[in-house]
C-alpha cells in the first residue's frame, strides 16, 4: 500500500523523535491549556501563566512569590522558599514576627526587641538587645534581685542596683561592699566610708590607755576607756601628742555605751575634734544629750557651751550609739552612724586640735576610736 502527502511525512517524523518530543506525547498535566515544557507550573492549574517576580516559576506554584528565586530552596521544608523565609533553618509556616523587625520568632534571639542584626556578643544565644549579660554568657538569664543585670554580671546580685557603682573598682558594688572606699576600714567603723584615706588611728582605748592625756575618773575595762561614775561634772580624754600626728582636716568615729546618768538636769556623752592641747576644755563636740534623747553639736570653752546646731527631742534612744564627727576647713558635720540624724554646720573658731572623749554626769563607755584625715 501507498502511503504519501502530509500523513506520510508526519508518520517518518514520528518515527525519528524520542518519545518525551514527540507532537503527540507532550503532555498538560494541570489541564490547563498551556503544555508542560511551557508551563511555569505544570502540575497546578495556572492558564494565566502569572510570574510577579519573573522568576520562571508561576506565582500558584513560586515558595517566594515576591521573591525572584529561580531555585526554589526550601532548606527547613516549610513550603516558604529560603529567599523569602524569616526563619531559612527553622521551620515555622506562620512567619510569625512579633517585634517586627523581619526575623522570625522561632528563630529571633531576641522575639520581644527589635533587633534585626541579631548581635550577639557573648554568643549565648540572646541578642544583645535584650541580654541582661551582654558581654558575658548567661543564656539561663538569671537575675534573682530584678535589676537590670544578669546574677553573670551583677556586681551584687542579691541586691537590686541598676546603677553598678563601684566606687573603689573591686568589682563589688557600693550596695553590697562592706568596704565602700577601699581603704581596708569597714564601712561601719569608717568615718569617711565614701573617701579613700587609710586610717591614722585605730587602737582600742581600753587597751592603749597610755596614749589618752585625761582628767580623773577614768578606767579602762577591756578594750573600752570607761568613766567610774553617773555624778562627775566634765569628763574628758583626749588622744595626747606623742600618740598620734593629727591632721587639720579630721574624721573620727567611736562608739559610746552609757550605763547610768547623773539625777540633774544635764547629762551627756559624746566625741571631741581640734581639742586645744593647752586648754582642754576647748573643742567641737559631737554629744547624745541623755537627758532629752538628743543629738547636739557644740563648740565648748571655758567660759561654757555654744550650741551650734542640734535634733529634735527624742530622737537619739537608747543606751548605745556609734557617732561620728568630722572637721574639714569651717565645715561641721555630727552624726549617728546607721540613722538619718545629721547635724550640720560653719564655724570657724578652731582650725586644730586633737581628738577625744568627753561625759558630763554619765557614766559611759568608749571601745572604739577611729581618726581618718578629710581630704
Known amino acids: 500500500m501507498e502511503v504519501d502527502g502530509p500523513r506520510h511525512e508526519r508518520l517518518w517524523l514520528d518515527t525519528l523523535l524520542p518519545d518525551t518530543l514527540r507532537p503527540d506525547t507532550i503532555g498538560d498535566r494541570d489541564n490547563d491549556g498551556v503544555n508542560d515544557d511551557r508551563d511555569n507550573c505544570p502540575t ?79 554568643k549565648d544565644g540572646v541578642g544583645n538587645e535584650c541580654d541582661n549579660c551582654v558581654d558575658k554568657a548567661n543564656k539561663g538569664q538569671g537575675n534573682q534581685d ?59 582605748p581600753g587597751q592603749n590607755l ?8 577614768w578606767e579602762a575595762i577591756g578594750d573600752a576607756l570607761c568613766t567610774k561614775s553617773e ?47 593647752l586648754n582642754p576644755y576647748t573643742a567641737y563636740n559631737c554629744v547624745v544629750d541623755l537627758a532629752h534623747q538628743r543629738l547636739q553639736l557644740l563648740y565648748r570653752a571655758s567660759a561654757g557651751d555654744l550650741l551650734l546646731q542640734e535634733s529634735g527631742n527624742g530622737t537619739v534612744t537608747g543606751s548605745k550609739a556609734t557617732l561620728r564627727l568630722t572637721a574639714k576647713g569651717s565645715e561641721l558635720t555630727c552624726e549617728v552612724v546607721g540613722t538619718n540624724i545629721k547635724l550640720l554646720t560653719v564655724d570657724q573658731k578652731l582650725t586644730q586640735g586633737t581628738v577625744g572623749f568627753l561625759t558630763y554626769q554619765a557614766k559611759a563607755c568608749f571601745d572604739q576610736l577611729i581618726v581618718t584625715n578629710m581630704p
Open 44 to 122: 497546578i492549574s495556572n492558564p494565566s501563566q502569572v510570574d510577579g517576580d519573573d522568576d520562571g516559576v508561576g506565582d500558584l506554584c513560586d515558595n517566594c512569590p515576591g521573591d525572584n528565586n529561580a531555585d526554589q530552596i526550601d532548606s527547613d521544608n516549610d513550603t516558604l522558599g529560603d529567599a523569602c523565609d524569616n526563619c531559612a533553618q527553622i521551620q515555622n509556616a506562620d512567619q510569625n514576627d512579633g517585634d517586627d523587625d523581619g526575623v522570625g520568632d522561632a528563630c529571633d534571639n531576641c522575639p520581644g526587641d527589635k533587633n534585626s542584626d541579631q548581635a550577639d556578643t557573648d
Open 146 to 204: 530584678n535589676d537590670l543585670f544578669g546574677d553573670a554580671c551583677d556586681n551584687c546580685p542579691g541586691d537590686h542596683n541598676n546603677a553598678q557603682d563601684d566606687l573603689d573598682n573591686d568589682q563589688i558594688g557600693d550596695i553590697c561592699d562592706k568596704d565602700i572606699d577601699g581603704d581596708t576600714l569597714n564601712n561601719a567603723n569608717d568615718p569617711t566610708p565614701l573617701l579613700r584615706n587609710s586610717p591614722i588611728y585605730t587602737k582600742a
Open 210 to 217: 597610755g596614749d589618752y592625756i585625761a582628767t580623773s575618773g
Open 231 to 277: 555624778t562627775e561634772s566634765l569628763r574628758h580624754a583626749r588622744l595626747g601628742p606623742t600618740a598620734v600626728t593629727l591632721p587639720v582636716n579630721q574624721a573620727i568615729q567611736a562608739r559610746v555605751q552609757v550605763s547610768a546618768i547623773g539625777p540633774g538636769s544635764r547629762a551627756w556623752a559624746g566625741i571631741s575634734a581640734r581639742v586645744d592641747s
